[in-house]
RNA sequence: GGGCUCGUAGCUCAGCUGGCAGAGCAGCUGACUUUUAAUCAGCGGGUCGUAGGUUCGAACCCUACCGGGCUCACCA
């Protein structure tokens, strides 16, 4: 196993590829290439945690293509000091006075999990499960109290001065004033008898720690051999993990990419302290969100987790977007009109990946592609080139007739099978996308997009030149009881042919139907309605 | 102040390791169709932030500058 493993596919151009390409070629003999996410649940673990592992999967996936073997973890840090109360949170007395201790022992003041890490954490592995990402999650706080890091935390208590050098020396080259003081040890840690992090060290050269509590006074000799409440500050942990776990890829975000960063410093400690090489890396930057208005502030905090994207956005679409962008294009996840556009950009995309080569200019978009969205696929699959695309309801469409069946996704689907618009086979994804529609219709839509069919009719004084066309449409519903949108459409034309001035008739028919005066295409609304729904609505007018 | 990063069409972004600037949307024109406009055909649109340098050749590599973002904690 060593050089190039497989040929390079000019297929194979993703920028998860490329990550892919330059991990290996970091580690041309590792058997099994480690991939590896790291977050704090310090929390809600929201969109932008989420390009993190993301970011990750992709690039596994590109290296699976490449016939590697891989390891994907997620290490979750919840061994991280409880520093701030959410605004958000319940029981915010009772979160002020466990200020200082560990995520992981901090009780869930929603009171659903364990801890308040657990709660955030279940909340974000619940969430990507339906996005195919599935790593093997790691809990930094039962590491360290399991004893697995021990030998990590001598390693660097016994050069702490070769860390401290290190750091230093990082701050020197950034023009940092201050400097680490010649007693520091690399070390943090929780009071075994109050549980909170102000502590002072006494090291005596093996693996017992005098551990001193600044806050309750507590004095303890810690044998941290199997285990303790002590650990690593986060520059020293991040680089053990990564010779612990051998981590060859792990990307971080924007803000630890700095020279300086953690990133930065780390990568001198794992080679010098921990015998491994700093992992390749990505930097991403920052994901924010668009047009979700008032809603999410009070509920989320601000913040948008997967979950609230997920009711907009397939899996296959969220996923889409994340391979799109390069990790470091900042970018906006939209709940305004934006949707629309995205759904429809991927539809054609899913088109174009599906088309044959013809060893044409486009091909090269093909590629791209199907590429792109074999990386974005769920469940993973690849695309054959001429292959028959997945039918997809437009976006646009969808909300039209979903409307007119007030959000009865499993009428709407027959209404689409029985048009000839969707084969039953691909009636699941339909599924999928009328729930993310809707969802989106009720809650992000503007008014404008927004309709409902009366559910009782009012009898309205129609102007004298409206009430023959009036008559006539209703004449028009009384004479076939299932017509087409077809049918329907070369009467509308007759209609209007005849003279009937349709723009002023329409208004009159769209506020019986809808209460508004303007509405989806009336033949397809009438159509999906059907006369035994809408004459109700239209024959009291008629006087 | 040091560093990283971005700057490409009106907008959002591609552009693979240097080889004729490119997609979508928006815009405009035409066709068809009577309603939140769909669809089809076509068109226009860029000094690739600025100024130098390397090269047969630069959006891409180097230098400087301008502008935006980020970063440089006994925090993760």
Same mark, same amino acid.
């Given at each position: 196993?060593?050089?190039?493993?497989?040929?390079?596919? @000019?297929?194979?151009? =993703?920028?998860?590829?490329?990550?892919?390409? +330059?991990?290996l070629?970091? =580690? @041309?003999?590792?058997?099994?290439?480690?991939?590896?996410?790291?977050?704090?649940?310090?929390?809600?673990? =929201? $969109?932008?945690?989420?390009?993190?592992v993301?970011?990750? &999967? %992709?690039?596994?996936?590109?290296?699976?293509?490449?016939?590697?073997?891989?390891?994907?973890?997620?290490?979750?840090?919840?061994?991280?000091?409880?520093?701030?109360? @959410?605004? !958000?949170?319940p029981?915010?007395?009772?979160?002020? #006075?466990?200020?200082?201790?560990?995520?992981?022992?901090?009780? &869930?003041?929603?009171?659903?999990h364990?801890?308040?890490?657990?709660?955030?954490?279940?909340?974000?592995?619940?969430?990507?499960a339906?996005?195919? $990402?599935?790593?093997?999650? $790691?809990r930094?706080?039962?590491?360290?109290?399991?004893?697995?890091?021990?030998? #990590?935390?001598?390693?660097?208590?016994? *050069?702490?001065?070769?860390?401290?050098?290190?750091?230093?020396?990082?701050?020197?080259a950034?023009?940092?004033?201050?400097?680490?003081a010649?007693?520091?040890?690399?070390?943090a840690?929780?009071?075994?008898?109050?549980?909170?992090?102000?502590?002072?060290?006494?090291?005596?050269?093996?693996?017992?720690?005098?551990?001193?509590?600044?806050?309750?006074?507590?004095?303890?000799a810690?044998?941290?051999? *199997?285990?303790?409440?002590?650990? %690593?500050?986060?520059?020293?942990?991040? @680089?053990?993990?990564?010779?612990?776990? +051998?981590?060859?890829?792990?990307?971080? #975000?924007? &803000?630890?990419?700095?020279?300086?960063?953690?990133?930065?410093?780390?990568?001198?400690?794992?080679?010098?302290?921990?015998?491994?090489?700093?992992?390749?890396?990505?930097?991403?930057?920052?994901?924010?969100? +668009?047009?979700?208005? #008032?809603? %999410?502030?009070?509920?989320?905090?601000g913040?948008?987790?997967?979950?609230?994207?997920?009711?907009?956005?397939?899996?296959?679409?969220?996923?889409?977007?994340?391979?799109?962008?390069?990790?470091?294009?900042?970018?906006?996840?939209?709940?305004?009109?934006?949707?629309?556009?995205?759904?429809? !950009?991927?539809?054609?995309?899913?088109?174009?990946?599906?088309?044959?080569?013809?060893?044409?200019?486009? !091909? +090269?978009?093909?590629?791209?592609?199907?590429?792109?969205?074999?990386?974005?696929?769920?469940?993973?699959r690849?695309?054959?080139?001429?292959?028959?695309?997945?039918?997809?309801?437009?976006?646009? =469409?969808?909300?039209?007739?979903?409307?007119?069946?007030?959000?009865? $996704?499993?009428?709407?689907?027959?209404?689409?099978?029985?048009?000839?618009?969707?084969?039953?086979? &691909?009636r699941?994804?339909?599924?999928?996308?009328?729930?993310?529609?809707?969802?989106?219709?009720?809650?992000?839509?503007?008014?404008?997009?927004?309709?409902?069919?009366?559910?009782?009719?009012?009898?309205?004084?129609?102007?004298?030149?409206?009430?023959?066309?009036?008559?006539?449409?209703?004449?028009?519903l009384?004479?076939?009881? *299932?017509?087409?949108?077809?049918?329907?459409?070369?009467?509308?034309?007759?209609?209007?042919k005849?003279?009937?001035?349709?723009?002023?008739?329409?208004?009159?028919?769209?506020?019986?139907?809808?209460?508004?005066?303007?509405?989806?295409?009336?033949?397809?609304? %009438?159509?999906?309605?059907?006369?035994?729904?809408?004459?109700?609505?239209?024959?009291?007018?008629?006087?």
């Amino acid at each position: 196993m060593t050089g190039e493993r497989r040929a390079r596919d @000019p297929y194979l151009n =993703h920028w998860a590829d490329h990550a892919a390409d +330059k991990t290996l070629r970091a =580690h @041309p003999d590792v058997k099994r290439i480690v991939v590896a996410a790291g977050i704090t649940p310090s929390g809600v673990v =929201h $969109i932008g945690n989420f390009r993190e592992v993301i970011t990750v &999967d %992709l690039v596994a996936r590109a290296l699976r293509a490449r016939g590697v073997e891989v390891r994907f973890i997620y290490s979750w840090d919840d061994f991280d000091v409880f520093r701030k109360v @959410p605004k !958000d949170a319940p029981q915010q007395e009772m979160l002020q #006075g466990e200020l200082g201790k560990s995520i992981a022992d901090v009780p &869930d003041p929603w009171g659903t999990h364990e801890s308040y890490a657990a709660h955030n954490i279940a909340r974000f592995e619940e969430s990507i499960a339906p996005l195919g $990402i599935e790593p093997e999650f $790691i809990r930094q706080h039962r590491m360290y109290r399991a004893g697995k890091y021990a030998a #990590g935390i001598r390693s660097a208590l016994q *050069n702490a001065a070769v860390i401290r050098d290190l750091l230093n020396a990082a701050r020197e080259a950034t023009g940092a004033r201050t400097r680490i003081a010649d007693d520091w040890l690399p070390l943090a840690g929780f009071c075994t008898r109050c549980g909170k992090d102000d502590l002072s060290f006494d090291y005596d050269g093996e693996w017992t720690v005098q551990v001193h509590c600044n806050g309750c006074g507590h004095d303890e000799a810690v044998d941290f051999e *199997n285990g303790s409440d002590l650990k %690593l500050p986060w520059r020293v942990d991040w @680089p053990m993990r990564w010779g612990y776990e +051998k981590v060859c890829f792990e990307p971080g #975000g924007k &803000d630890h990419s700095s020279a300086g960063g953690s990133y930065d410093t780390a990568k001198g400690i794992v080679r010098d302290i921990y015998g491994w090489v700093a992992p390749e890396y990505v930097g991403y930057d920052f994901v924010s969100a +668009k047009g979700q208005g #008032g809603k %999410l502030s009070s509920s989320k905090g601000g913040v948008v987790d997967v979950t609230t994207c997920l009711e907009v956005y397939e899996p296959e679409v969220l996923r889409w977007l994340f391979a799109g962008y390069r990790p470091n294009t900042e970018f906006a996840i939209s709940f305004d009109l934006d949707v629309i556009k995205l759904y429809e !950009d991927y539809d054609r995309t899913v088109r174009l990946a599906h088309e044959a080569e013809d060893g044409g200019k486009k !091909d +090269k978009k093909r590629q791209t592609a199907r590429r792109t969205l074999e990386l974005a696929s769920v469940p993973e699959r690849t695309i054959e080139p001429g292959s028959t695309p997945p039918t997809l309801i437009a976006f646009r =469409h969808l909300s039209t007739v979903l409307q007119t069946f007030d959000g009865d $996704i499993a009428a709407t689907g027959d209404y689409f099978v029985a048009t000839g618009e969707l084969p039953e086979a &691909d009636r699941a994804r339909f599924e999928q996308r009328a729930r993310c529609v809707w969802n989106w219709v009720e809650q992000y839509a503007p008014e404008d997009f927004r309709y409902r069919i009366r559910t009782e009719p009012v009898t309205r004084d129609i102007p004298e030149d409206q009430r023959e066309p009036l008559r006539r449409l209703v004449e028009i519903l009384r004479a076939d009881a *299932n017509p087409t949108e077809t049918d329907l459409g070369g009467k509308m034309s007759e209609m209007s042919k005849s003279g009937v001035d349709m723009k002023a008739f329409f208004p009159v028919v769209y506020d019986l139907l809808l209460g508004r005066d303007r509405g989806p295409k009336m033949s397809t609304l %009438l159509a999906i309605m059907t006369p035994a729904k809408a004459l109700p609505l239209l024959e009291p007018s008629l006087g």
